[in-house]
């Protein structure tokens, strides 16, 4: 009988990430977990082999990004020890989103270009007459974390005193900050921040998104979502005639699958 691991190598990527997805917090255990970690590396090894395509390749098509030094943040030396750190603290991450602060780190593709993306303050070549919120791919490093763990209730408190009683005990599920809105990453104001929640000791876990854009969306998926668009989901949201699809085109050819 194969392993996850190898049906993974084998091509099935879609099929052993749900059944891994499936099992729930039942994937942390023997035999199951070492599997389960193999598989995880594989599909961040491959991630991070897109982001360094797409971030070369962006450079390339002399896209202005809004933070240049922090368009890829890679992990550093003592991320094991503070991810671990966390969890004892706060419980688990879903299994693929720590391989991620692991393998990757970090990764922000916010910025100007005229057909991929527009960033009020950072216009460039008639960037700012683009149809639509692209959306640029937007992973926060672990780094972030630390200050941006919130209760998540707080975020469902409406009264003052509630919230700050709430913030004291800090009482879990806790949201961490993932990312922007594809509002907010274009410099607009409105919506807010893409969550995941912790405690989760399952593979995957799904997105909290206050736009609406992901809310449901797992993590994995939203990840084949940004490499199917160059980096750019929101693009899909324009029409056919309108996509940029030489761009696209460039920034697509030759990424791996998840």
């Known amino acids: 009988m194969w392993s996850y691991l190898e049906r993974y190598l084998n091509g099935e990527y879609v099929g052993v990430w749900a059944e891994l997805t499936a099992?729930?917090?039942?994937?942390?255990?023997?035999?199951?977990?070492?599997?389960?970690?193999?598989?995880?590396?594989?599909?961040?090894?491959?991630?991070?082999?897109?982001v360094a395509m797409l971030v070369e390749r962006l450079a390339a098509l002399e896209y202005r990004f809004v933070m240049p030094d922090r368009v890829w943040t890679r992990p550093n030396p003592g991320?094991?020890?503070?991810?671990?750190?966390?969890?004892?603290?706060?419980g688990p991450i879903p299994v693929v989103v720590r391989t991620w602060y692991?393998?990757?780190?970090?990764?922000?593709?916010?910025?100007?270009?005229?057909?991929?993306?527009?960033?009020?303050?950072?216009?460039?070549?008639?960037?700012?007459?683009?149809?639509?919120?692209?959306?640029?791919?937007?992973?926060?490093?672990?780094?972030?974390?630390?200050?941006?763990?919130?209760?998540?209730?707080?975020?469902?408190?409406?009264?003052?005193?509630?919230?700050?009683?709430?913030?004291?005990?800090?009482?879990?599920?806790?949201?961490?900050?993932?990312?922007?809105?594809?509002?907010?990453?274009?410099?607009h104001s409105g919506a807010g921040s893409v969550q995941i929640i912790v405690p989760n000791p399952a593979f995957d876990t799904l997105l909290i998104d206050w736009d609406d854009y992901w809310m449901g969306t797992m993590f994995?998926?939203?990840?084949?979502?940004?490499?199917?668009?160059?980096?750019?989901?929101?693009l899909a949201s324009l029409e056919e005639d309108e996509q940029p699809k030489e761009e696209l085109s460039f920034l697509t050819e030759g990424l791996l699958a998840l």
């Open 220 to 234: 994995v998926p939203y990840l084949r979502t940004c490499f199917q668009w160059g980096g750019f989901p929101g």
């Open 102 to 187: 692991e393998v990757i780190g970090g990764v922000n593709l916010m910025g100007a270009h005229p057909r991929l993306s527009h960033h009020y303050g950072l216009n460039w070549g008639g960037s700012e007459e683009l149809g639509c919120y692209s959306d640029p791919m937007v992973v926060y490093w672990f780094g972030r974390h630390t200050e941006a763990l919130v209760s998540f209730y707080l975020n469902l408190a409406d009264d003052w005193d509630e919230m700050e009683r709430m913030e004291e005990e800090m009482p879990p599920p806790y949201g961490i900050d993932l990312g922007l809105s594809a509002i907010n990453k274009a410099n």
């Open 79 to 90: 991320i094991t020890t503070r991810l671990d750190a966390f969890e004892q603290r706060f």
């Open 23 to 50: 099992l729930g917090p039942a994937v942390r255990e023997e035999p199951v977990f070492q599997d389960t970690q193999a598989v995880a590396q594989e599909i961040m090894s491959r991630a991070k082999q897109n």
